[in-house]
């Protein structure tokens, strides 16, 4: 890495990396360690994603995330994080409010949190409205369209969205009347390459891909898929870059065998006196 690349990650930053055609990397943490790696990594933006709901806590789905929870969490990742843009994902029902509840959760995650941006799900008439507030109140935002996560309940699964007509021209009227409220880049997910490319084109703000193909100006993947560390399905558009689940499995199953049969700890890992008479006077006296 150069030390242009090392350099403070900011909003321009970002939107210059999109004019210089250099491709923007973004992963999600949810934690002090993780972040951290991500961070000397030298990736550009890490999200604090609403799916710490599914990876870390268990949840079926991301709707029962907290503002809370979300808080907490972002906070960690802050503390790990010196290089990278930090963005808190708004949980479910913490934007659907009034507007001026839906500002003061946003800005929690710029004051107590010390994130640097939020992003937002969907492109409703309420939701322009909300961000035009945001970036009002100096809060920038992050959108997000095609398959939105937290409308789990009205779609009944998640699938990809954009692949019929009508869809396809929502998705494109609703990438554009963010980039009009004023958001500094939109995830795309799960749309077809095809769509995505020309969104990308027409946009003047960074589109971020997750299953949206290689034509958009960055990624983003969810780490716990991206390293193996969940264990289970994951979809077509995650390249799995190592097996942490079964490398971690075997870890813990040698510690267990070791522990059982004795084997740890040894001489090499317990301490030692370097006077052993020290023990002479707790040693029980002998019975006459």
Known sequence: MTDLDLQKVTIPYIQEKKEKKKKITALTAYDFPNAKILDRSGIDIILVGDSLGMVVLGYENTIPVTMEEMIH???????????????????????????????????????????????????????????????????????????????????????????????????????????????????????????????????????????????????????????????GYLPKFVKKYVNLHEILNNAVSAYVKDVENGSFPDDSHSYHLKDKKILDGLKPAKKE
């Open 73 to 231: 969490h972002t906070k960690a990742v802050v503390r790990g994080t010196e290089r990278a843009l930090v963005v808190g994902d708004m949980p479910y029902f913490s934007f659907h409010l009034s507007i001026e509840e839906s500002v003061f959760n946003a800005s929690r995650f710029i004051k107590e949190a010390g994130a640097k941006a939020v992003k937002i799900e969907g492109a409703s008439p309420k939701r322009l409205m909300l961000i035009e507030n945001l970036v009002e109140a100096e809060i920038p935002v992050m959108g997000h369209v095609g398959l939105t996560p937290q409308s789990i309940c009205h779609f009944g699964k998640f699938k990809v969205k954009g692949k019929i007509k009508e869809e396809a021209e929502k998705i494109m009227k609703d990438a554009q009347e963010l980039e009009a409220a004023g958001v500094f880049a939109v995830i795309l997910e799960c749309i077809p390459m095809e769509l995505s490319k020309l969104i990308t084109e027409k946009l003047q703000i960074p589109t971020i891909g997750i299953g949206a193909g290689p034509y958009c100006d960055g990624q983003i993947l969810v780490f716990h898929d991206l390293t193996g560390y969940s264990n």
